[in-house]
């Protein structure tokens, strides 16, 4: 399985066998040697791309061929040797720095860790995360406004949860 950032091969996994304990997989990856020293280092986070349908559209369809690890480098130069894989969505590059929203709301619908947040049809954040309420009579959805966008969530913001699907005939 190949390991990408930004669409360029940076290193491949060598081989994958479950833990001793048979609870979780270890994966033995190789970085290229040209990739080492930029990837290899505190705070880089790996994920696992998979296919995505979502109102905002299909994504990722490469890997119904072929799955691939996804890299976003951390900023540390500390070097670092082993991690773990994380939830796609929380890696993506746009989002790191944004601002954190929690949402209450009566049901998730059709929304999924993932799913992007639209502001007039263009992305400006992702749902990162639910949980619920403290009477588990509600749903928290947590998102990620990108910092680029983050002036547009103000105290009376409402946001809408849009249909997964739409479908229209001419």
Same mark, same amino acid.
């Given at each position: 399985? *190949?390991?990408?950032?930004?669409?360029?091969?940076?290193?491949?996994?060598?081989?994958?066998?479950?833990? %001793?304990?048979?609870?979780?997989?270890?994966?033995?990856?190789?970085?290229?040697?040209?990739?080492?020293?930029?990837?290899?280092? @505190?705070?880089?986070?790996?994920?696992?791309?998979? %296919?995505?349908?979502?109102?905002?559209?299909?994504?990722?369809?490469?890997?119904?061929?072929? *799955?691939?690890?996804?890299?976003?480098?951390?900023?540390?130069?500390? *070097?670092?040797?082993? @991690?773990?894989?994380?939830?796609?969505?929380?890696?993506?590059?746009?989002?790191?720095?944004?601002?954190?929203?929690?949402?209450?709301?009566?049901?998730?619908?059709?929304?999924?860790?993932?799913? *992007?947040?639209?502001?007039?049809?263009?992305?400006?954040?992702?749902?990162?995360? @639910?949980?619920?309420?403290?009477?588990?009579?509600?749903?928290?959805?947590?998102?990620?406004?990108?910092?680029?966008?983050?002036?547009?969530?103000?105290?009376?913001?409402?946001?809408?949860?849009?249909?997964?699907?739409?479908?229209?005939?001419?």
């Amino acid at each position: 399985m *190949p390991i990408r950032y930004l669409g360029i091969d940076i290193g491949q996994v060598e081989s994958m066998q479950l833990s %001793p304990d048979r609870t979780q997989v270890l994966a033995k990856a190789v970085l290229y040697p040209e990739y080492v020293e930029n990837f290899a280092r @505190f705070g880089t986070r790996f994920s696992i791309v998979s %296919p995505e349908i979502s109102a905002a559209g299909v994504n990722n369809l490469d890997t119904l061929l072929q *799955p691939y690890i996804n890299v976003e480098p951390g900023r540390s130069s500390r *070097p670092l040797r082993s @991690f773990e894989l994380q939830e796609a969505s929380i890696t993506d590059s746009r989002y790191q720095d944004g601002l954190s929203v929690v949402l209450d709301a009566a049901e998730t619908g059709s929304l999924q860790i993932g799913t *992007p947040v639209l502001f007039r049809g263009v992305e400006v954040g992702t749902v990162t995360g @639910f949980y619920l309420g403290a009477m588990s009579d509600r749903v928290h959805v947590a998102l990620r406004v990108s910092k680029k966008y983050q002036h547009l969530v103000r105290n009376n913001s409402v946001f809408w949860l849009a249909p997964a699907i739409t479908c229209s005939s001419a």
